[in-house]
């Protein structure tokens, strides 16, 4: 089925807005790009390592994670996709992908051709731009996350990523009163944090009981921002958003 | 190979008894650590909160019993070797 998403929901507009501003011809070429809807239930590979697409996938709604694996079948999650995203962005000018995208929960997916995409861009060349700013903050993210990883300590890194994702979810109105949906089991949050699911578990439990989040099922509540903020060393600049604490 | 255990309390802030794994001559292999049954992952198994040398790696699993353990850490000493 070839639709139009309903434009005022159309998350990738909301997305790209947070870091960048649109005049209204822009907004509505944006709004009428041609996507095929589909619903893919969880736990399915969008694609693999090794696909050359000639389409991308905007994720209008659920998560979805970005991972690459070892030689021993260990899984790395390297980004987690949420509404708005396109995971494979970068598809449109590399031929061959590096890397694998699985949903995590049931995901609204709307596929656009490459086609459809390029001529958007010749012809709108500011919407390339907010594509390629876009796609740098996404690199930011990824350096950020090597810092986070590769240096913080387990307590301090999962409040790094929780402050991260409620200011990511914050600006496509996913998260309100520093609140929000986070769908991620305690596996795939050791697969994204290279922590052992033990280990996760445990920095949990501790963040609980120190009162810096409560969950509830998939619900994350987090009763002092600042705190949370200030144990995660979270410094939204690298986001790069208009508007700047968006959870607030 | 064979083993040596001895118990031993690990100030890990959650579940404190553990075993140390020596292997023949009395080097300490690993520690192991009884998850309590407030774990929410694997609660009552035995996770390898640290290995030295060979068993030292990113890789830290969770086994149903000291056995598996063992055997576990059996196979990973004769694999490398």
Not at chain 1, 77 to 92: E, K, M, R
Not at chain 1, 113 to 140: K, M, S, V
Not at chain 1, 186 to 202: K, S
Not at chain 2, 2 to 30: C, H, I, Y
């Amino acid at each position: 089925m070839h639709a139009s998403f309903p434009s005022q929901d159309n998350p990738l507009i909301q997305k790209v807005e947070s870091v960048f501003t649109f005049t209204g011809d822009e907004r509505q070429a944006l709004k009428a790009l041609p996507m095929q809807l589909a619903v893919i239930k969880e736990n399915e590979d969008l694609m693999r390592e090794g696909d050359r697409p000639s389409r991308c996938c905007l994720l209008l709604s659920g998560f979805t994670g970005t991972y690459k694996v070892s030689g021993g079948g260990k899984r790395q999650i390297v980004n987690f996709g949420i509404a708005g995203d396109i995971p494979d962005l970068h598809s449109l000018h590399l031929g061959v992908l590096d890397n694998s995208v699985r949903t995590l929960t049931t995901c609204q997916i709307g596929f656009i051709t490459h086609e459809d995409l390029r001529d958007l861009c010749e012809r709108y060349p500011r919407i390339t731009a907010a594509f390629w700013r876009e796609t740098l903050i996404e690199g930011a993210i990824f350096r950020e996350w090597m810092l986070n990883i590769g240096r913080r300590e387990a307590y301090s890194r999962i409040a790094h990523f929780f402050c991260e994702m409620l200011v990511r979810l914050g600006a496509v109105g996913l998260a309100e009163d520093h609140a929000c949906d986070l769908p991620i089991t305690q596996a795939e949050l050791g697969e994204a944090l290279g922590l052992t699911t033990v280990h996760v578990n445990r920095v949990l439990q501790q963040m609980r009981a120190d009162g810096l989040i409560e969950t509830k099922g998939a619900r994350l509540i987090v009763p002092d921002w600042d705190r949370l903020k200030e144990v995660g060393e979270f410094k939204p600049l690298y986001l790069q958003l208009e508007q700047e604490d968006f959870a607030v | 190979m064979s083993f040596t255990l001895q118990p031993v309390q690990v100030a890990t802030g959650f579940d404190k008894a553990g075993m140390m794994v020596f292997d023949e001559e009395q080097r300490l292999l690993a520690v192991l650590v009884h998850l309590s049954d407030k774990n929410e992952v694997a609660p009552g198994q035995w996770y390898l909160e640290a290995g030295f040398g060979r068993l030292d790696g990113i890789n830290r699993p969770t086994f149903a019993d000291l056995d598996a353990a063992q055997e576990w850490i059996s196979q990973r000493l004769a694999h490398r070797s």
